[in-house]
């Protein structure tokens, strides 16, 4: 059983910061994880992903503004989000896969123009 949790989402204004974690529990390994969004109406995408051994891969759409990064240790996930614009809201969502793809519940990202 793998349990993803996600925080530090929020409202925040037009060229601000956030940064938001994940808390992996259970049974995890050090898998490939990832960060996706939903904003409304739309399809989930791919923001940014990190192997276990630290390669990222990011959307275009984010590429310069955003961090992804682990702490394999502490079985956790980030996403540093800076000069964020309105078209970044979006339900943001952690993803690891252990042989399938376990999902978090989201963090609401909102950002203000």
């Known amino acids: 059983q793998v349990r993803l949790v996600e925080s530090g989402g929020g409202l925040v204004q037009s060229g601000g910061s956030l940064r938001l974690s994940c808390a992996a529990s259970?049974?995890?390994?050090?898998?490939?994880m990832g960060w996706y969004r939903q904003a409304p109406g739309k399809q989930r995408d791919m923001v940014a992903l990190?192997?276990?051994?630290?390669?990222?891969t990011y959307a275009d759409s984010v590429k310069g503004r955003f961090t992804i990064s682990r702490d394999n240790v502490k079985k956790m996930l980030y996403l540093q989000m800076s000069s964020l614009k309105s078209e970044d809201t979006a339900v943001y969502y952690c993803v690891m896969n252990m042989g399938r793809d376990y999902w978090g519940q989201g963090t609401q990202v909102t950002v203000s123009s």
């Open positions: 990190i192997s276990s051994v630290g390669s990222t």
């Open positions: 259970g049974f995890v390994g050090n898998g490939p």
